[in-house]
C-alpha cells in the first residue's frame, strides 16, 4: 500500500475570514482581544488574516462594504431593474441593502450600538458611506443629462450627501424598528425615496408634510 497524502488544508478567503469574525463577536459578545488570538481560534496563520486585511477595522469597515456589494449585484443581475429611473433605482437599492442587513441583523445591531460614542460607531461606515454618495451620484448625474437646461440640473454634491443622510436616517429607523417584517422600514424607505427625489423635482410640499407626520407619529409613540 502507497503512504497516505496528507490533505491539503482549505485556504481561507476574504469572504470567509469575514463570516468568522461576524460568528466570533455574536458567540462570544465581544471583540478578540487580538489578531493572534482571533487567528488561533479559528486555526490560521496570523499571515492568512493580513494578506487581506490590516487590522479589525478594516475587517469591520470590508463587511458593510461586503453588504454593499452584495445589494448592487443582485439589483445589477435584474435586467428590469436597468430600465428603471434614477428613483426607483434608489428604492431598490435601499429595500435590497435592507434585506441584506436584516438577514445579518445581530451582528450590524451589535456593532452599531458596540460603543457609547456614537461618532465611533459610525466610523466604520466610511467606506460604505463612499459607496453610496458615488451610487447617488450617478443616479442624479443621469438625470442631469436628460435635462435641456443647465439651471434644471441638480447638485450631484448636495444630492450625494442627502442620500448619505437619508441612509443615516433609515439605518437608525431600521435599528429601532419593533414592526413585523420591519415593514414600518419599507415604509420609512418609500416615503423618504420619495421626499428626497421630489424635493429636487421642486414638488416638494404635500410629500414633505406626508413625511413629517409619519415621522411625528412614530415618535409619539416610542
Not at 493572534?36 to 492568512?48: A, M, P, V
Not at 469591520?60 to 426607483?88: P, T
Request: aromatic share 16%; glycine share 4%; proline share 1%.
Amino acid at each position: 500500500m502507497g503512504a497516505k497524502t496528507k490533505s491539503k488544508k482549505k485556504k481561507m478567503t476574504k469572504k470567509d475570514l469575514m463570516s468568522n469574525y461576524m460568528d466570533y463577536v455574536l458567540e462570544h459578545e465581544k471583540n478578540p482581544k487580538s489578531v493572534y488570538k482571533f487567528c488561533k481560534d479559528i486555526k490560521i496563520d496570523e499571515s492568512e488574516f493580513y494578506s487581506f486585511f490590516g487590522n479589525f477595522d478594516g475587517l469591520k469597515s470590508q463587511i458593510w462594504e461586503h453588504f454593499y456589494q452584495n445589494a448592487s449585484q443582485l439589483m445589477n443581475s435584474n435586467k428590469e431593474v436597468m430600465e428603471y429611473g434614477s428613483r426607483e433605482k434608489m428604492l431598490t437599492f435601499f429595500f435590497t441593502f435592507f434585506e441584506i442587513l436584516t438577514a445579518n441583523r445581530s451582528y450590524a445591531i451589535y456593532v452599531l450600538d458596540e460603543h457609547d460614542d456614537k461618532m465611533k460607531n459610525l466610523h466604520q461606515l466610511k467606506v460604505l458611506r463612499n459607496n453610496i454618495k458615488s451610487f447617488a451620484q450617478e443616479l442624479i448625474a443621469e438625470d442631469n443629462d436628460e435635462k435641456q437646461f443647465n439651471f434644471l440640473k441638480n447638485s450631484e454634491r448636495v444630492f450625494s450627501e442627502g442620500a448619505w443622510i437619508q441612509f443615516l436616517f433609515l439605518l437608525n429607523f431600521w435599528k429601532n424598528d419593533q414592526s413585523p417584517g420591519f415593514e414600518k422600514t419599507d415604509v420609512a424607505i418609500e416615503k423618504s425615496v420619495n421626499t428626497i427625489f421630489d424635493v429636487f423635482d421642486n414638488t416638494p410640499l404635500e410629500k414633505i408634510f406626508d413625511f413629517g407626520k409619519f415621522l411625528y407619529k412614530e415618535q409619539m409613540m416610542k
